[in-house]
Nanobody, 125 residues
């Protein structure tokens, strides 16, 4: 059974940084494309970033986070990261890690079959 466990969320002031981690177990992590999504109350889950299966390969970012967030993965540690810099209050959300068995990126949440429980990120002004 594939499990994804996020960590690293918390509260930070605007302009600060956080790094989220997502540890994956129970599946061939190195073959999965991985993504991060975020969700605020009453809104749909939105794409944040994705990285293809191969370390250092193709990445994709939503426009609101381009230039501020960086997604990366360490296949030896079965972990994907989201480095978030220059955080803004509008980045406040629950952040979810997601994995898909196909190795290429997708922005659609329906394309991801594996999800973590989410971690709260709160950015205060």
């Amino acid at each position: 059974q594939v499990q994804l466990v996020e960590s690293g969320g918390g509260g930070v002031q605007a302009g600060g940084s956080l790094r989220l981690s997502c540890a994956v177990s129970g599946g061939p992590f190195s073959t999965y494309a991985m993504g991060w999504f975020r969700q605020t109350p009453g809104k749909e889950r939105k794409f944040v970033a994705a990285v293809t299966w191969k370390s250092g390969a193709s990445t994709d970012y939503a426009d609101p986070v381009k230039g501020r967030f960086t997604i990366s993965r360490d296949n030896a540690k079965n972990t994907v990261y989201l480095q978030m810099n220059s955080l803004k209050p509008e980045d406040t959300a629950v952040y979810y890690c997601a994995g898909r068995r196909q190795g290429w990126n997708s922005r659609r949440s329906l394309d991801y079959g594996y999800w973590g429980q989410g971690t709260q990120v709160t950015v205060s002004s």
